[in-house]
């Protein structure tokens, strides 16, 4: 039995072919859409690409491009077949086109899906991408005279006073790091010596943040230096500390930003998926009701139009013997050595016997 | 004598009326444009109106959206002008409103040009505006515990990093005022003791600024205080550091962006302009064209069509002689009495 059998008369089938019409040309509009959702979130995760380790993220806001190139073209035929299916004679020209049409369709619907799921899943994967990112740019922020790094330090400070953040995890990360480039450190002053060589690594640490880290709801000028003495600041009590310099840390802050976005171009694709679902359904419709109609062999009467033919089971078995069987037609060996006993031989037409009647 | 006199034939006639009509909807859509713009710069100036001293300036915008809204009006009514005009039944009809209609009309557009010019104009003002609020801005930053000055502080600092740039002139201006509040100063040290010491009225000056006077574009952490000496950093000198803090001061900033806004927006104002002048004018020799037509049994025929019948000084003194005779109306009333009381005794 056919799974979501309904019958159209004639009306109903030019009816129907004419709202998929328009229902394809806002599924245009869509992959428009889609194009632009991928556009934007591209330009956003390049905006800040210098802090992320690896670009890998990028095939996510590359898969909604093409997906919504994609639908802007299967949509444009699909408007075009469905405006010809009104009419038997027509719909004849794109008969053998309509099956592969569907099942193209059909991928390209599970692909937006895909896209829509990727955009949820692709949170760790920028955890790990923007803490690894972060780290070396802080280790970097001092080389401003070395090629390739040389605006590293701009783009940590712009970041750190756009996002309000301070930091990798916390303020604290500035501690573990020579961020001051020996370029600006007297080396002949000895509590600077004293400083360097107190250090394993002979780095310049300081307990000290950059001024990108000042917060700007602050009541007090900015303590940046000598953080971890309160008692060296006038007027430096606990809720000062709070408002002296950004608490959330960069890591953090992008993360939120980024999954923020995602989400809103997550729903936006889920609704688009389940328009085109829509969408995909009506010319499945359309089709196995043209079908139908020119096998009755009248334009005019009644058809049915369905889903699928037989149950969902069969049509897998049916399916899956096809692929099967796609593999197996290249076994069969040609050698003409070989006697394969052909059914044509048993079926052969015995020698017709002619009774001769003897007269006497 | 008659102003641009031209002819006008039937066919012509019917082109200037289905162009006019659709000339009176693309100015109605300028006109929303144009209400707009005025929207989006008293939008922009009221986001930083606490370094504003004088609202003087939003007469440009308030200017804008009066006249784009009464653009729309009278595009609108321009647009059921010309509709009947071919029709002698029904234009007959607009007489009487068709006088009022240019003089106001005409008024508005005017207008338009005088929001333009306006907006050159006023940049002086705007000018010395900014430089009163940034003063007082500058003056209070230290005071975030004073009701009515808390945020000070916080606008003053965002205004720096968001136009890069540091004080009112330039980053001297901080020099002048003591931005650090008392409660973060040490009374019992000796320093802090001798600099205020050292100033007349007892305000602690620092040759420092904030930290939002920062470049981020500098190669070197951010030097903020100290900054006239170079002893106290290594490898500094001060009037070669170009790139430490911003060198702009914000008065500076702020004109040339809000300048920068009004030269587009009066480009596209006086675009607008043009084309409400245009449906002004069409709708004028549609209508002078039309009314030759009026009472004549062929409405086929060639008619003349002008802009004014009589020259422009006496156009102008026929429009202005009601409003003066309304202004002059209560003396002359007046002196009729006085005249009279005489003759009767």
């Known amino acids: ?360 | 004598m008659v102003v641009m006199k031209m002819k006008f034939p039937f066919q012509k006639r019917v082109k200037l009326a289905q162009g006019l009509w659709l000339l009176s909807w693309c100015a109605t859509v300028a006109g929303a444009t144009t209400f707009s713009l005025g929207c989006l710069l008293k939008t922009e100036l009221r986001r930083r109106s606490e370094v504003m001293d004088n609202s003087d300036i939003h007469i440009v915008p308030n200017t804008l959206m009066i006249v784009g809204l009464a653009s729309l009006g009278i595009n609108y009514f321009a647009s059921k002008i010309c509709q009947d005009a071919l029709d002698a039944g029904r234009f007959p009809r607009w007489k009487n409103f068709l006088k009022p209609y240019f003089a106001v009309s005409c008024f508005f557009t005017v207008l338009m040009l005088l929001a333009v010019i306006m907006s050159y104009a006023m940049k002086g003002s705007l000018e010395s505006s900014l430089k009163a609020g940034l003063r007082n801005g500058i003056r209070f930053y230290k005071d975030t515990d004073t009701p009515g000055r808390c945020f000070q502080k916080q606008n003053i600092d965002r205004l720096q990093m968001e136009f890069q740039c540091c004080g009112n002139n330039d980053f001297r201006d901080w020099f002048e005022v003591q931005w650090i509040s008392n409660r973060y100063l040490d009374f019992s040290s000796k320093e802090v003791k001798d600099r205020i010491k050292s100033n007349v009225d007892g305000r602690y000056l620092v040759d420092g600024v904030p930290f939002s006077c920062c470049n981020p574009s500098s190669p070197r952490p951010c030097i903020q205080y100290h900054l006239t000496n170079n002893s106290a950093h290594y490898n500094y000198d001060y009037q070669t550091e170009e790139l430490n803090i911003y060198l702009r001061g914000c008065r500076e900033a702020l004109v040339n962006y809000y300048m920068g806004l009004m030269n587009t927006i009066g480009v596209g104002v006086l675009s607008v302009f043009l084309l409400q002048g245009s449906v002004l004018v069409s709708l004028r020799f549609l209508q002078t064209s039309m009314e030759a037509v009026a009472g004549e049994e062929n409405t086929e025929i060639e008619t003349e069509g002008y802009l004014l019948e009589k020259g422009v000084k006496e156009t102008i003194m026929e429009y202005l002689d009601p409003v003066l005779t309304f202004l002059l109306l209560k003396n002359q009333v007046e002196e009729g009495t006085t005249g009279e009381t005489p003759a009767t005794t």
């Open chain 1, 1 to 360: 039995m056919a799974v979501g059998k309904i019958t159209f008369t004639k009306t109903e089938r030019e009816k129907l072919a004419e709202v998929l019409w328009l229902l394809n040309w806002i599924s245009v509009l869509t992959g428009v859409i889609l194009f632009g959702l991928g556009l934007f979130l591209k330009i956003e995760i390049q905006k800040w690409q210098e802090v992320m380790s690896e670009q890998g993220i990028l095939y996510v806001p590359h898969m909604l491009i093409t997906t919504g190139l994609a639908a802007c073209g299967i949509n444009y035929l699909g408007s075009k077949i469905c405006l010809d299916c009104a009419d038997t004679n027509k719909f004849l020209r794109w008969k053998l086109v309509m099956m592969p049409y569907i099942v193209c369709t059909f991928c390209f619907t599970a692909c937006v899906l895909a896209g829509a799921l990727l955009c949820y899943t692709i949170r760790s994967q920028l955890e790990q991408s923007l803490y690894l990112g972060l780290r070396s740019a802080m280790r970097f922020y001092k080389d401003t005279d070395t090629p390739g790094r040389c605006y590293l330090k701009k783009t940590l400070d712009m970041l750190q006073i756009q996002f309000q953040c301070c930091g990798n995890t916390d303020y604290r990360d500035w501690f573990h790091i020579q961020w001051i480039s020996s370029r600006y450190l007297d080396m002949t002053n000895s509590a600077v010596v004293d400083r360097v060589r107190s250090n394993v690594e002979g780095k310049y640490l300081m307990d000290s943040v950059p001024f990108s880290c000042c917060s700007t709801l602050s009541s007090s000028p900015c303590i940046q230096h000598n953080l971890s003495n309160p008692a060296a600041h006038r007027h430096y009590d606990q809720q000062s500390q709070q408002l002296n310099l950004w608490r959330r840390g960069c890591q953090q802050a992008l993360l939120d930003h980024y999954t923020g976005i995602m989400q809103s171009i997550a729903l936006t694709v889920l609704l688009i998926w389940l328009f085109e679902l829509l969408v995909l359904t009506g010319v499945r419709y359309l089709q196995t009701a043209m079908e139908n109609v020119i096998r009755l062999g009248d334009p005019e009467s009644e058809s049915e139009g369905w889903i699928l033919e037989n149950s969902l089971a069969e049509t897998a078995c049916y399916n899956f013997n096809i692929i099967k069987n796609l593999g197996k037609c290249y076994q069969v060996d040609e050698d003409p050595n070989i006697n394969i006993p052909t059914a044509a031989a048993d079926q052969e037409v015995p020698p017709l016997q002619v009774r001769v009647s003897v007269t006497s």
